[in-house]
């Protein structure tokens, strides 16, 4: 016999008007254990469900935030890439996008080179303009004092 039709026996049963035997009671006091139990999991199930959400819901922020950098990193890199190519109302396919930015960096390379030499060698045409122009302070100095004219 189920639980379920002993709980209704015995509603009958007291409904009647019937006494409460002994293992009537032994029976609801087990039931009653049963379902503290039951409870007690219940309990148990429903912390850890609720520690697994907050879990859940830390890493679900997380992601978020990594995935709205990308996002946002994706939208700057696009822009570059239609006033680059002149495409302004098409948006590229990412591995598009990636392929050139990655010539952009091989083309970026291939000209650090030359800046370098380029600007080395500009400084060292102002190093010497600088030199001649203290040279010449000098001179025109030495000439201010001989003619007894303080500077």
């Known amino acids: 016999m189920s639980d379920d039709d002993k709980l209704g026996n015995l509603k009958e ?3 009647r008007g019937g006494g409460i035997s ?3 009671i032994d029976w609801l006091i087990s039931e009653l254990e049963q379902c503290r ?3 007690e ?3 148990i199930a429903g912390k ?3 520690d697994l959400n907050r879990e859940v819901l830390a890493e679900n922020k997380e992601l978020q935030a990594v995935f709205d950098l990308q996002e946002t990193r994706t939208k700057r890199a696009e822009k570059m890439w239609q006033q680059a190519t002149g495409k302004h109302d098409t948006l590229p ?3 598009v996008l990636l392929d050139w930015l990655m010539g952009e960096i091989k083309r970026l390379n291939k000209m650090q080179p030359v800046a370098n030499v380029t600007l080395s060698d500009d400084a060292k045409y102002f190093e010497g ?3 001649k122009a203290e040279a ?3 001179c025109l100095k030495s000439l201010l004092s001989y003619q007894g004219i303080p500077f």
């Open 41 to 43: 999991y219940a309990e």
């Open 37 to 39: 139990k039951k409870l």
């Open 93 to 95: 396919d990412l591995g």
């Open 13 to 15: 049963y007291w409904e």
């Open 22 to 24: 002994n293992g009537n």
């Open 48 to 50: 850890g469900l609720r």
């Open 129 to 131: 303009l600088a030199n």
């Open 136 to 138: 010449e302070v000098k």
